[in-house]
T-cell receptor
Framework: DQQVKQNSPSLSVQEGRISILNCDYT??????FLWYKKYPAEGPTFLIS?????DKNEDGRFTVFLNKSAKHLSLHIVPSQPGDSAVYFC?????????????FGKGTKLSVKP | ETGVTQTPRHLVMGMTNKKSLKCEQH?????MYWYKQSAKKPLELMFV???????ENNSVPSRFSPECPNSSHLFLHLHTLQPEDSALYLC???????????FGSGTQLSVL
C-alpha cells in the first residue's frame, strides 16, 4: 500500500502559467517532505523541502505548501518554463531510525509547452 | 554533475551472469544508498550504509549483494538475476542524518 501518492502521472502546462503538482500521504508520522526533479538519463535532484512545523516554503519560482490536516502537499512553479519539463517526485520521511528511508511517490511528468 | 558517479550507465546481462554496479561519491558524505526504480513504480530503497556499515536492508533478495569498502565507494554485486529485476538502479549519498540525497545518474539494467 502506497504511503505517498502522486495521483497525476502527467501534467501539461503552457509556458508562463502556474504548474501545480500534488502529493498525498497516509502516514501521519511523516514530518519532513521533499520534492525531487528528474530529467531523462539523470538521477533525481533535490528541489525543495518543507518541515511539518511549516505550511509553506518558498524558493524562487518554487513554493511548496503543506496541509497536515488533509495530509496533502503541493508544489507550485510560477512562472513555468520549458526547462521545468521533467518528472517530479514527492518524498516523505518520519522521525526514526532508518536514515535515508525516504518514501517516494511514483512521480508526475510535467511538460511545459512554449 | 551531482558528485555521485555510477558505472556502467547501461548493462544487459543474462540470468546466469555475475556483474557489479559501481558508485563513487566525491562529496565527503558518510552515508550511501542503493535505490531501485522499476517502470511505473516509486523509487524503492534497497540498502543503506553509514560509515561503511550496513544499517538497512529493505528485504532485498540475496541475489543482490552490496559492498561498501569505504565511505566513498559502494558496489552492488548481481548474481543470477531474474527478468523482473530489470530496472534503473540509483546510488545516492548524504551527509549523515540528512535526508537530502544526492543521486547518481543510475544504471539501466536489463536482464534477459
Amino acid at each position: 500500500d502506497q504511503q505517498v501518492k502522486q495521483n497525476s502521472p502527467s501534467l501539461s502546462v503552457q509556458e508562463g502559467r502556474i504548474s501545480i503538482l500534488n502529493c498525498d500521504y497516509t502516514n501521519s508520522m511523516f514530518d519532513y517532505f521533499l520534492w525531487y526533479k528528474k530529467y531523462p538519463a539523470e538521477g533525481p535532484t533535490f528541489l525543495i523541502s518543507i518541515s511539518s512545523i511549516k505550511d509553506k516554503n518558498e524558493d524562487g519560482r518554487f513554493t511548496v505548501f503543506l496541509n497536515k490536516s488533509a495530509k496533502h502537499l503541493s508544489l507550485h512553479i510560477v512562472p513555468s518554463q520549458p526547462g521545468d519539463s521533467a518528472v517530479y517526485f514527492c518524498a516523505a520521511s518520519a522521525p526514526r531510525g532508518s536514515q535515508g528511508n525516504l518514501i517516494f511517490g511514483k512521480g508526475t511528468k510535467l511538460s511545459v509547452k512554449p | 554533475e551531482t558528485g555521485v558517479t555510477q558505472t556502467p550507465r547501461h548493462l544487459v546481462m543474462g540470468m546466469t551472469n555475475k556483474k557489479s554496479l559501481k558508485c563513487e561519491q566525491h562529496l565527503g558524505h558518510n552515508a550511501m544508498y542503493w535505490y531501485k526504480q522499476s517502470a511505473k513504480k516509486p523509487l524503492e530503497l534497497m540498502f543503506v550504509y553509514n560509515f561503511k556499515e550496513q544499517t538497512e536492508n529493505n528485504s532485498v533478495p540475496s541475489r543482490f549483494s552490496p559492498e561498501c569498502p569505504n565511505s566513498s565507494h559502494l558496489f552492488l554485486h548481481l548474481h543470477t538475476l531474474q527478468p523482473e529485476d530489470s530496472a534503473l538502479y540509483l546510488c545516492a549519498s548524504s551527509p549523515t542524518g540528512n535526508e537530502k540525497l544526492f543521486f547518481g545518474s543510475g544504471t539501466q539494467l536489463s536482464v534477459l
